[in-house]
Nanobody, 121 residues
């Protein structure tokens, strides 16, 4: 099975920074994309940032210039550096991996359990 372990969430004041980490483990044969989604109370889950195996990252307009996504392919880990945080960034953040698991013949999405990020004074 593929497991995603998230860390780094918490409470931060507006304007502050946090770094989220997501480590993938298990029987992974190939990873296409890894990234983060978030879901605020009463809202739909939305994509925050994603990065390809080649290192090309894309971001939601709402976080461009404030968030930076990086990837360590050797460790199957992605890092989301969040700066200049705003109250509207408050949400549960979910790690996402699109990849191929051993024994499977197709690529699919895998999800972490979610980690809370709260931006408040």
């Amino acid at each position: 099975q593929v497991q995603l372990v998230e860390s780094g969430g918490g409470l931060v004041q507006p304007g502050g920074s946090l770094r989220l980490s997501c480590a993938a483990s298990g029987s992974i044969l190939s990873i296409r994309n890894m990234g983060w989604y978030r879901q605020a109370p009463g809202k739909q889950r939305e994509s925050v940032a994603a990065i390809t195996s080649g290192g090309s990252a894309n971001y939601a307009d709402s976080v461009k210039g404030r968030f930076t996504l990086s990837r360590d392919n050797a460790k199957n880990t992605v890092y989301l550096q969040m700066s200049s945080l705003k109250p509207e960034d408050t949400a549960v953040y979910y790690c996402n991996l699109f990849g191929l698991e051993s024994g499977s013949s197709y690529f699919r999405d895998y999800w972490g359990q979610g980690i809370q990020v709260t931006v408040s004074s």
